[in-house]
């Protein structure tokens, strides 16, 4: 398997454009988590989705970030209008089952910096 | 999830054995001792764990203590690769999401 494969890897936007950032779990994970990585705050998570629906999304920092999940291969984390303090690293994981034993694995990350 | 704590950096040479603490106190019978690594600049990756019983795989060992409020993340001979933030992180059954806290930094001298 490829692994959970995200796109763009890097992202330069000025501030009030949209951003979408691309994410594809490994095939057969029911469980896709998106989180950021900050200096400052570390490793949060956003949102995550179970079986394709948004689960918990009390990490979203306010109603800029929206995040889908149309189909079991294919979830989208969108911020509009982007601001500097979004710039950030967003990681993609996805697991097989929740909780316990249960192994995350990550992407390699979209490094988004905003101008 | 409980609350884990570690040191901030740790320093080893290479091929030479290291050892990882983690405290968690507050832990629960069901929950889990996960260690994931960040290396640089990519994404945080799976390394071991454990509920009970030591553990071992091919990247690591994890030691847990009897009462289950501490455990080592043992790295049987350090290589240059090895140097990463190490996160132990607990999980309940019902956890979900991880909570990462800050980790250790281990770095690897040759």
């Known amino acids: 398997d490829a692994g959970v494969i995200q796109s763009p890897r890097h992202e330069v936007t000025e501030m009030g454009q949209e951003v979408t950032l691309r994410c594809k779990p490994i095939?057969?994970?029911?469980?896709l988590f998106w989180y950021r990585q900050t200096m400052m705050r570390g490793l949060e998570l956003l949102i995550y989705?179970?079986?394709?629906?948004?689960?918990?999304d009390s990490g979203m920092p306010e109603d800029r970030f929206s995040a889908k999940m149309p189909n079991a291969s294919f979830s989208t984390l969108k911020i509009q209008p982007s601001e500097p303090r979004d710039s950030a690293v967003y990681f993609c994981?996805?697991?097989?089952?929740?909780?316990?034993?249960?192994?995350?694995?990550f992407g390699p990350g979209t490094r988004l910096t905003v101008l | 999830d409980a609350k884990t704590t570690q040191p901030n950096s740790m320093e080893s040479n290479e091929e030479e054995p290291v050892h990882l603490p983690c405290n968690h106190s507050?832990?629960?019978?069901?929950?889990?001792i996960h260690w994931y690594r960040q290396l640089p600049s990519q994404g945080p990756e799976y390394v071991i764990h454990?509920?009970?019983s030591n553990v071992n795989n091919r990247m690591a060992s994890l030691a847990i203590a009897e009462d289950r409020k501490s455990s080592t993340l043992i790295l049987h001979r350090a290589t240059l690769r090895d140097a990463a933030v190490y996160y132990c992180?607990?999980?309940?059954?019902?956890?979900?999401?991880?909570?990462f806290g800050k980790g250790t930094t281990l770095s690897v001298s040759s």
């Open positions: 994981a996805s697991s097989l089952r929740r909780g316990g034993p249960d192994t995350q694995y």
């Open positions: 992180i607990l999980r309940g059954q019902a956890g979900t999401a991880l909570i």
């Open positions: 095939s057969g994970h029911d469980y």
């Open positions: 454990g509920l009970t």
């Open positions: 507050t832990i629960s019978g069901t929950d889990y």
């Open positions: 989705f179970n079986n394709n629906v948004p689960i918990d």
